[in-house]
């Protein structure tokens, strides 16, 4: 009899049947005693979520609001290339509690953190429905995934192991507003997991007004954790940056930008802002965001103009969730 703890042997059993063979129902777990069976699905009740809504763009991607068992709603996103990779941008909270004031999720606050398992439904879901293995994966959904950092990185391990969904630790990319104590732990982890930064503006005041929640953190603060982190592991990090009308696009900005990011290891992708509905908040011309790349890049700053996959859906980051309520 196992007794109350686990053993190591069976954990991977069961995390096995769940992640790898895709059951869905402990009694699908044969080598596994009854007894045993049967008193995890009294603790640890499997529950997949279901599919509430989805969308297809004519680019491919899909969207998915999907619903957990208390009903609870986040979104995910599919997107395949033609080279046969398919990713996925999941969620790692529903809603978030940042308030950042250009983004959709954000507007409504923090419903609640997810559980590792939950946040790996998303991942399975999509893979699920396209039919075909799942190769990267982006944590660019909904919420800020170091306001959930256990939860995440334990959901980033099941997909990273090997007997498990086996993805690629180079593949699977953490996006943060930029919490520092996060950068700090991330810095320290053994995986070699992707950090991408959204960053918005390199001029404090701006990032106060548009990331109203990170007005108590100093930018340089933010550079020096980041600097660490890519001394430590000797990996280049991303900057996001979403060009808005009139808010950080101006020649400061620009110039406030390429000061941040020299003698940094980071590449800055420039975002075609999503426009959210009811905000005033504009995107900017491709011609502007083209010669933003650029200057940077003449900078020395490697820098790209990320495609807007999925536009027809309206954009990423919270907005089908804004639409169904
Ligand atoms: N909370 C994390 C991850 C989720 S947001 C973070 O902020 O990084 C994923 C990305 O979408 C972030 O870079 C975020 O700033 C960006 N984003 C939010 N609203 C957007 C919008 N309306 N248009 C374009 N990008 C947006
Ligand atoms: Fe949260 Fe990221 Fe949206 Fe800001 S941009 S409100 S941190 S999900």
Request: proline residues 3%.
């Amino acid at each position: 009899m196992e007794g109350a703890c686990l053993s190591k042997f069976r954990a991977e059993q069961i995390l096995t049947w769940v992640y790898a063979k895709g059951a869905t129902r402990y009694e699908e777990m044969t080598n596994i005693p009854k007894v045993i069976r049967e008193q995890f699905d009294l603790a640890f009740p499997l529950h997949a979520p279901s599919i509430v809504t989805k969308q297809e763009s004519v680019d491919g991607s899909r969207k998915y609001l999907l619903e957990y068992h208390d009903g609870t709603q986040v979104e995910t996103v599919g997107l395949p290339s033609s080279d046969g990779r398919l990713s996925v941008c999941c969620s790692s909270q529903a809603g978030c509690a940042m308030g950042c004031v250009f983004c959709a999720t954000g507007r409504n606050g923090l419903t609640r953190n997810l559980a590792p398992g939950e946040i790996v439904d998303q991942v399975l879901a999509v893979q699920d429905d396209f039919g075909t293995r799942v190769t990267n994966v982006v944590v660019m959904g909904q919420g800020e995934p170091f306001a959930n950092y256990d939860a995440v990185m334990a959901a980033l391990r099941i997909m990273n192991h090997p007997k498990l969904l086996n993805i690629g630790a180079r593949h699977i990319t953490v996006s943060t507003c930029g919490l520092v104590d996060g950068i700090e732990r991330f810095t320290r982890e053994s995986e070699q997991f992707t950090l991408a930064v959204s960053l918005h503006a390199a001029r404090q005041e701006v990032r106060d007004r548009i990331m109203p929640t990170m007005a108590n953190q100093r930018l340089g603060t933010l550079r020096q954790a980041l600097d660490r982190y890519a001394g430590a592991t000797g990996r280049r990090f991303s900057f996001e940056y979403a060009l808005m009308e009139g808010v950080n696009d101006s020649e400061e900005d620009l110039d406030a930008l390429i000061t941040y990011c020299r003698r940094l290891l980071c590449h800055v992708n420039l975002i075609p802002l999503n426009e959210v509905e009811g905000s005033s908040f504009k995107p900017v011309s491709h011609q502007l965001m083209a010669s933003w790349r650029d200057s940077l890049e003449a900078a020395g700053i490697p820098a790209s103009v990320r495609r807007s996959r999925g536009a027809d859906l309206a954009g990423a980051c919270g907005q089908l969730a804004a639409q169904t309520k």
